[in-house]
């Protein structure tokens, strides 16, 4: 395996899950390759911890700050207030805003309520012009529909855990200062993203992440999820390209660098 240096666009390493190891699960992603980690937060209260977490690791960990679609509520005009106040006090540590967008996958509950926060959060890009880190779940029709709204105008960003097929991936693609974020899913025995990808989406579209603790890559499903098994989701794509190991750090790098400003 190629000793090619990383990025993990997206891992909650600021949650629970990390609490009792979080020195050792920064340590061995410092050992496999991990160069940077980027956090995004969902609410209010990660946006702390997400802070903290990031002052803990100066120039290794990196903070987003947003609200998730899957805690927005009826309230979410009063998170999103308190939410803009920290970001807006904080703007000098920010990359990013997220994670925010849409999710209708369990319940169209707060179908209004999202969408309205996801554009105010959007308009919040434009104006500050930072880069979007976008979740999207049975809601991409919905959610290109509003990015349309400020196409000319996007500072771009990732569509966050990309496992479609090649119709909404060239949908995606369209916005052209956006990358697909790519995760443990693609070595899923049953993922198509290894044929996808290669298909329709060029290398200088995509990034690497996590998602962790959540979504851990074959072979090591099951276990919570952690920065240094990027690896495993370089070996698969690097297979499905046709290119070496080096050729994906290479890219990806340059992709983040691009989009967030950050290299190593």
Known sequence: MSNCK??????????????????????????????????????????????????????????????????????WRTQLDAIHSFLISHSSFLISLGEIGLDFYWSREFEQQQLEAFEEQV??????????????????????????????????????CFTGNEQEARQLLEFPQFVL?????????????????????????????????????????????ESSFIRHIITRLAQAYQVSEDVICRQTNENVERIFGIKI
């Not at 993922?191 to 998602?211: G, Y």
């Open 6 to 75: 990383f990025i993990d666009t997206h891992c909650h390493l600021d949650g629970e899950e990390f609490a009792a190891d979080r020195d050792a699960v920064v340590q061995r992603a410092r050992e496999a390759g991990c160069a940077r980690i980027f956090l995004p937060a969902i609410d209010l209260p990660s946006c702390h911890t997400v802070l903290d977490v990031c002052r803990q690791y100066p120039d290794y960990c990196y903070p987003m700050f947003g609200l998730h679609p899957e805690e927005v509520r009826d309230d």
């Open 123 to 160: 308009r919040w890009a434009v104006d500050m012009q930072l880069p979007l880190m976008i979740h999207c779940r049975k809601a991409q029709n919905e959610l290109v529909a509003i990015l349309k709204r400020y196409a000319d105008r996007l500072p771009g960003g990732v569509f966050h």
């Open 181 to 225: 974020g790519i995760g443990g899913v693609s070595t899923f025995k049953k993922s198509h993203l290894p044929e996808v990808l290669p298909a329709c989406v060029p290398l200088d579209r995509i990034v690497l992440e996590t998602d962790a603790p959540y979504m851990a890559p074959v072979p090591m499903r099951g276990q919570r999820n």
